[in-house]
């Protein structure tokens, strides 16, 4: 039998992925979804490329509207799942998108979205390492609230970790910079995001240590076993819809050689069905992860400046929110990871 599923956010970009994938589930059934002003129109109106839930109708986002599904996602703006989810039951599993439950720390939260704080849930990044060796995805089963990484987060984690981890790599001097697609910033209209900005232009964003992701970083990466992890990250809006394609470096620790730092990432994904490290020599291109739940890690060490520098290509919409959300929900409630995840993308 399959569970009852409620989408929050529904008509977001964001709630559309999960929608999408939610779609081709076998274990759940889309019954509800919900939305902020389109309240009230057919599903089919926002999402116009989800024909197969053309029965649906937005209603609102109220505590009601949620209650009584086996499972809720959350695709809502920063700041609006805390108050939501707080008058659900215990027993709902219930994954948010959103950033209100990523933090562990009160005073980051404050720093960086500020608001109150609803306290962090377990967290939706599987494949993180931790300090001992051990994978994120134990934290996930059996978990009834989830919270998914930041998609700029997902990135630069899963392409540093393992030298973090492994000890190769110095946690103090990390830097990342990623070209971001635009559907990153969500549907609602901004000027600097129209066709007629962005189209033929590159720009960075949330520059100089100012972006709210940096504390989730550190967050991973020390959990990964960094001490004093410190990282510069950098983000620029490349004209694509989809895609992140994240270039983080870090210092080598003395002694340690490329040999060691391959091995270590290989090590770390050998097992993993979304996370794949190329050859030598070869590097993601986002195209190839649209649609697909996968992260493609390339590595390289540049001997001269005693850096590794890994390249991670990933949908911010699937492994960075949507497909992370349901890899996680499998996870917790004890479905194999993958049902209703693909690994291949479309092209061109
Ligand atoms: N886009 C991405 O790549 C990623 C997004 N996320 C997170 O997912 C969440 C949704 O993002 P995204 O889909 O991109 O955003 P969108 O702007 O595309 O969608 C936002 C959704 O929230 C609804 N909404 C807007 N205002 C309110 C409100 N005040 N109260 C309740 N609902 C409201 C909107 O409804 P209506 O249409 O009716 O206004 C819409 O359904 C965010 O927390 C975002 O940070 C996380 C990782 C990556
Ligand atoms: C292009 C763009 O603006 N991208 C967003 C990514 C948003 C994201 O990962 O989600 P959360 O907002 O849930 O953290 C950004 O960099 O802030």
Redesign the pocket.
């Known amino acids: 039998m399959s569970l009852s599923v409620a989408v929050?956010?529904?008509?977001?970009?964001?709630?559309?992925?999960l929608l999408r994938l939610l779609a081709a589930h076998p274990e759940f059934t889309v019954t509800t979804v919900?939305?902020?002003?389109?309240?009230g129109?057919p599903l089919i109106a926002?999402q116009p490329h989800l024909r197969s839930l053309s029965h649906l109708t937005?209603v609102e986002?109220t505590p009601q509207n949620l209650a009584g599904h086996d499972v809720v996602f959350?695709?809502?703006?920063?700041g609006?799942?805390g108050e939501?989810t707080a008058a659900l039951p215990d027993g709902t599993l219930v994954i948010?998108?959103?950033?209100?439950h990523r933090l562990t720390s009160e005073s980051d939260w404050a720093a960086f979205y500020g608001g109150e704080y609803f306290g962090a849930w377990t967290y939706g990044l599987p494949e993180l390492l931790h300090a001992d060796g051990s994978k994120h995805r134990d934290e996930l089963v059996g978990a009834t609230r989830i919270a998914?990484?930041?998609?700029n987060v997902t990135a630069i984690s899963l392409g540093l970790a393992p030298g973090i981890q492994s000890g190769l790599l110095e946690g103090d001097d990390l830097v990342a910079v990623l070209a971001v697609?635009p559907?990153?910033?969500?549907?609602?209209l901004k000027t600097n995001l129209l066709a007629s900005e962005i189209l033929g232009s590159a720009s960075a964003y949330g520059v100089g240590g100012t972006h709210r992701h940096t504390p989730e970083i550190v967050q991973n990466l020390t959990l990964a076993g960094g001490t004093d992890v410190g990282i510069s990250f950098t983000p620029m809006l490349v004209p694509m819809s989809?895609g992140i394609l994240a270039t983080s470096t870090a210092k080598l620790k003395p002694g340690v050689t490329a040999a060691q730092v391959r091995e270590a990432f290989e090590a770390a994904y050998a097992d993993e069905p979304f996370v794949h490290v190329l050859p030598a020599g070869e590097f993601p291109r986002t195209a190839d992860t649209v649609g697909a739940n996968t992260a493609l890690v390339g590595i390289a060490v540049d001997e001269a400046t005693r850096r590794v520098v890994t390249v991670t290509a990933i949908d911010?919409?699937v492994k960075?929110?949507a497909g992370a959300a349901i890899q996680s929900a499998n996870i917790a409630l004890g479905f194999a990871e993958t049902t209703g995840l693909s690994t291949n993308g479309v092209a061109p």
């Open positions: 929050a956010g529904a008509s977001g970009y964001a709630g559309g992925e919900t939305a902020f002003q389109n309240a129109q926002l937005l986002t959350l695709a809502l703006p920063h609006k799942s939501i948010d998108c959103g950033a209100d998914v990484p930041g998609c697609g559907s990153g910033a969500g549907k609602a989809r911010n919409l960075g929110t």
